[in-house]
């Protein structure tokens, strides 16, 4: 079956401007993970949903990032005023029963 | 909260030897500990993982130790191939119905031919 998708694969933008960044879960998992990954690190966790409320919400690093899930499904992730600090992949996962973590591919940031 | 750190960073081993990977965790509360392996451009990927009702897990050339009292854990991959060159994340996550799963910083191991 599909697994988790994120669009889009790379995303290049300005200083100051706004993004969204989307991701599509396996069908039927009730939780997604929003986390970033810089160069050489391990993925620094965000945010993550239990159906559509953000159950922890402390990874989120200041008031620019905030995370949207409303149907339970599709969740995005919208930064506002970026910074080039910003840049990094930004990686999804999805999963029942808070095992095992289905990751997509990633979004690479780029903030010039 | 909970912190994880990983070492080495980085580890070369020849082709059929052993691999080792450590990890410690600061929260006495997580009881969940999984490992992941990351290929370039792609999204980490489970291998294996172990809960804290246990020491020891094996699958195949993949085997996972916990010492619950140290805090540590421990990837042991035998008979290395060159595919499993990648890099390997251990995390740690108190295991309700879902919950924060934190990562370590990472290992990226080569495989000598």
């Known amino acids: 079956g599909a697994g988790v998708s994120q669009t889009p694969s790379n995303k290049v933008t300005e200083k100051g401007k706004y993004v969204e960044l989307r991701c599509d879960p396996i069908s039927g998992h009730t939780a997604l993970y929003w986390y970033r990954q810089s160069l050489g690190q391990g993925p620094e966790f965000l945010i993550y949903f239990q159906g559509t409320g953000a159950a922890d919400d402390s990874g989120l690093p200041n008031d620019r990032f905030f995370a949207v899930r409303p149907e339970g499904s599709v969740s995005t992730l919208k930064i506002q005023r970026t910074e080039r600090g910003d840049s990094a992949v930004y990686l999804c996962?999805?999963?029942?029963?808070?095992?095992?973590?289905?990751f997509g591919p990633g979004t690479r940031l780029t903030v010039l | 909260g909970e912190n994880v750190e990983q070492h080495p960073s980085t580890l070369s081993v020849q082709e059929g030897d052993s691999a080792v990977i450590k990890c410690t965790y600061s929260d006495s509360a997580s009881n969940y500990f999984p490992w992941y392996k990351q290929e370039l451009g792609k999204g980490p990927q489970l291998i294996i993982d172990i809960r804290s009702n246990v020491g020891e897990k094996k699958d195949q050339r993949i085997a996972v130790t916990l010492n619950k009292t140290a805090k540590h854990f421990s990837l042991h991959i035998t008979e290395t191939q060159p595919e499993d060159s990648a890099v390997y994340f251990c995390a740690a996550s108190y295991n309700s119905s879902a919950s924060k799963i934190i990562f370590g910083s990472g290992t990226r191991l080569s495989i000598r031919p």
């Open positions: 996962a999805s999963t029942t029963l808070g095992e095992r973590l289905y």
